[in-house]
């Protein structure tokens, strides 16, 4: 049994910073590849920042050159560092792995944590 715990979201003035990090216990083989998505009111769910195996990133045009999203392969952690925080940015952010165990790969979602930035 995979399961992932999230932390470090909070209230935050605008222009501060969070660092939110998702850790994933159980047996595994390794994880592949890891995503930060998040999901405001009234709104769907989206990617914020992304991480192949390989360790190739992406990220959202609206967070380019602020958020930097990182692993730690020893900790099977994940990170998300996010700076100069906009209001905007206030959403519920979610982690996705893909896990895999043996020769199947899963997909996993934390459980969430609520970041509101205020002006």
């Known amino acids: 049994q995979v399961q992932l715990v999230e932390s470090g979201g909070g209230l935050v003035q605008a222009g501060g910073s969070l660092r939110l990090s998702c850790a994933a216990s159980g047996t595994f083989t390794r994880i592949d590849t890891m995503a930060w998505y998040r999901q405001a009111p009234g709104k769907q769910r989206e990617l914020v920042a992304g991480?192949?195996?390989?360790?190739?990133?992406n990220y959202a045009d609206s967070v380019k050159g602020r958020f930097t999203i990182s692993r730690d392969n020893d900790k099977n952690t994940v990170y998300l560092q996010m700076n100069s925080l906009k209001p905007e940015d206030t959403a519920v952010y979610y982690c996705?792995?893909?896990?895999?165990?043996?020769?199947?790969?899963?997909?996993?979602w934390g459980q969430g944590t609520q970041v509101t930035v205020s002006s």
């Open positions: 991480m192949t195996t390989g360790g190739s990133t």
């Open positions: 996705y792995l893909k896990i895999r165990i043996v020769f199947v790969l899963n997909d996993y």
